[in-house]
């Protein structure tokens, strides 16, 4: 049987008491819709992840295997070399936006692919294979920054779906059945004293109407 609230036996506690349960009620209505709510953007998001992690670990071979062709066309020094020649990728903003209330990242950034000539190194001294080894790294760039936001979403989803399931396990086994005891327990210990009551009142008369006879 579930703690019954510290409070006074009154009728004046008994109607509070039933509004708080009504109250925590619809708050135990609603956060359960929130749940679910998170619940199933979060499985929308991670199919979502799932199929990047897919493609990145593609693009990390198809990136790496082009390396390798690279490094046998023009030897590993002058790829070295041409990697300094390299200038840096365009800046990522990260910015937030809501799911039902919870702040996530929004990464706003440009398309990391560029031209061999934006690229910084003498592309006329190196090869195709280098360019395509570049170019096979910036598509790399372009999934891993997206897979970040939702890798970074998922994890805030996750943290907020087992807080709202804490506060909808307390209110559903803790708060809400301690208030239905205690409003139990009032009410019977109000229907006590009424009781008690009604048979002094009917002593008191028995003996009036005895004295009286």
């Known amino acids: 049987m579930p703690e019954i609230l510290k409070v006074k036996p009154t009728r004046m506690e008994l109607l509070k008491l039933k509004r708080r349960i009504k109250l925590a009620q619809k708050g135990h209505k609603l956060l359960k819709e929130k749940q679910d709510a998170l619940i199933m953007e979060f499985f929308t998001i991670y ?71 934006e690229r910084g190194y003498p592309f006329v001294s190196t090869s195709s294979r280098v360019d395509i080894a570049a170019q096979k790294f910036e598509e790399v760039l372009d999934v891993a920054v997206r897979l970040a936001e939702v890798e970074e979403t998922l994890k805030r989803l996750a943290r907020e779906i087992e807080k709202t399931k ?23 210990r109000l229907d006590e004293i009424e009781r008690e009551n009604f048979f002094r009142l009917k002593r008191v008369k028995a003996l009036l109407e005895a004295r009286h006879a």
């Open 47 to 117: 199919d979502e992840a799932l199929s990047l992690r897919k493609e990145l670990a593609q693009k990390m071979e198809e990136a790496f295997a082009a390396l390798r062709l690279a490094e046998i066309d023009v030897g590993l020094l002058k790829l070295k070399e041409v990697a300094l020649g390299v200038k840096p990728n365009n800046e990522i903003t990260i910015r937030k936006r809501n799911i039902m209330g919870v702040p996530v990242p929004l990464i706003e950034a440009e398309s990391f692919k560029r031209k061999p000539d």
């Open 166 to 188: 804490r506060r909808v396990n307390a209110l559903e086994y803790i708060i809400i059945p301690r208030m239905e005891a205690t409003v139990k327990f009032i009410s019977q």
